[in-house]
């Protein structure tokens, strides 16, 4: 069990990226202290213990820095490793698995989200919306053949691919309402509607999840600010 | 049974690099297929179908894509011989946060360097010095980025390095000149028997990029 002190997190509530790693200390039953960044101004402390991409979220362990979200979850799959359930499948092929959609989440479906909101005019905002629903089919897919009837991506708990997609699903809520969408419709992708529900109701998510309607609020001050969707 | 092993590749990319590099570190035996990219197989649409690109590692009939992914799958999967990620947790995180930076950075700015003139690619080549002296700052005095032996960042790194003659000629800049530890990393690795087998010629590579320019028309 980590020691008060031992492990701090920098971050943001309404970020996707920092609930990762919130996550994945959640599901080890590791303690931390969170170091909330004010938005739109960035502390000493991440500029020092991320100087090349001064971004959250930052995992400090006896003040060594871990950066970019999927590599910390792993260290901390790999720091702790008899602490709660394992994050990262054990076979080899399995984890490739896991790291490959992982990847596609983050370069390709992820992005296409927030192509939604930067889309101009009906025709862009049809195509950006096909694309991710395009993407969901795939994830649909995936899901069926990854968890094999059970509840997770990982299994009987929460894993690595649940966390990197369960992640964003405050985001999606928060496009299904402002679009007048239904992205996680049960009709196109039941694995993953009912995937998503039982991912969010889950202990280690619940508490750092958050609620729609606050993150439909921040998203509108950002909007009205930079004109355009949070950066990821 | 014996392990069938796959790489479906194609010989200027560096992303295919890496994996004939890390293959032949751990001394696996495989079979190299060529795909040409303007008329990809069949295999190849039906082991990577999420994507359609190379390359991919099919190891007894089963696909793993993306470079950064096989590598670790190679790591894992053959983990007695060369291991190429440290056993240290924080060292390891290290080593994939630059393998990382690099797939974020590297590519996108070199390939402006070779397609774009004037402001474009000054711009582009003022940014990928920046992202080399970085990699220098993180190298500093060790021989290689794993320390005394080649390392998975060092595997993930090296085979841009097939490119630079074609970013220097193309950009009309010397890396050397900028970098040069970075290009003494280079050929400390070229020493080394699988990197020089697994590496192609630079100017196979400038050769093909100016192939490649005047077939989509960029002068």
């Known amino acids: ?232 | 049974m014996a392990d069938e092993v796959i790489l479906l590749d194609f010989w200027p990319s560096m992303f295919g690099m890496r994996c004939r590099l890390a293959l032949a570190e751990k001394g696996v035996k495989y079979e190299y297929k060529e795909e040409d990219l303007k008329n990809k197989s069949d295999l190849l649409l039906r082991m990577n179908p999420v994507h359609k690109k190379i390359p991919v590692l099919v190891h007894n009939g089963k696909p793993v894509c993306e470079s950064l992914i096989i590598l670790q799958y190679i790591e894992e999967t053959w983990p007695d011989r060369c291991p190429l990620l440290p056993s240290d947790p924080y060292q390891r995180a290290q080593a994939r946060f630059w393998a990382d930076y690099i797939d974020k950075k590297f590519y996108g700015l070199g390939r402006k360097v070779w397609t774009t003139k004037g402001e474009e690619q000054e711009v582009a080549k003022k940014e990928l010095i920046e992202i080399m002296k970085v990699l220098e700052g993180e190298l500093g005095d060790k021989p290689f980025f794993g320390g005394e032996k080649l390392g998975f960042v060092d595997v993930a790194i090296v085979p841009f390095s097939t490119w630079f003659y074609a970013y220097e000629m193309c950009g009309n800049f010397s890396i050397e000149a900028e970098c040069p530890k970075l290009i003494a990393w280079t050929k400390r690795c070229l020493e080394i028997e699988t990197v020089s087998k697994s590496l192609v010629d630079p100017h196979k590579v400038y050769d093909f990029i100016l192939q490649l320019k005047k077939a989509l028309g960029i002068e």
């Open chain 1, 1 to 232: 069990m980590a020691k008060g002190g031992e492990v701090k997190l920098i971050g943001g509530w309404p970020s996707p990226f920092v609930m990762r790693p919130r996550i994945a200390l959640n599901l080890k039953g590791l303690e931390y202290e969170f170091l909330e960044e004010k938005f739109g101004a960035k502390s000493e402390l991440l500029l020092r213990s991320n100087p090349v991409h001064k971004k959250i979220p930052v995992l400090l362990h006896a003040d060594r820095p871990v950066c970019e979200s999927l590599v910390i979850v792993q260290y901390i799959d790999e720091a702790w490793p008899s602490s709660g359930p394992s994050i990262l499948p054990s076979d080899p092929y399995d984890r490739a698995t896991a790291r490959f959609w992982a990847a596609y989440i983050d370069e390709k479906w992820f992005p296409s989200m927030s192509g939604i909101a930067r889309a101009q005019g009906e025709e862009a905002k049809k195509a950006a919306i096909d694309l991710v629903v395009e993407g969901l089919s795939l994830l649909e897919d995936a899901f069926g053949k990854i968890s094999k009837g059970k509840p997770f991506f990982g299994g009987d708990t929460i894993g690595f691919l649940d966390i990197a997609l369960g992640c964003f699903l405050g985001w999606v809520r928060v496009t299904e309402r402002t679009q007048g969408l239904k992205l996680l419709d049960q009709a196109k992708v039941p694995g993953l509607a009912k995937w998503a529900e039982r991912f969010c109701a889950d202990s280690a998510v619940k508490g750092v999840m958050p609620e729609t309607e606050k993150l439909a609020e921040f998203a509108k001050l950002i909007m009205a600010k930079f004109g355009a969707p949070p950066p990821q």
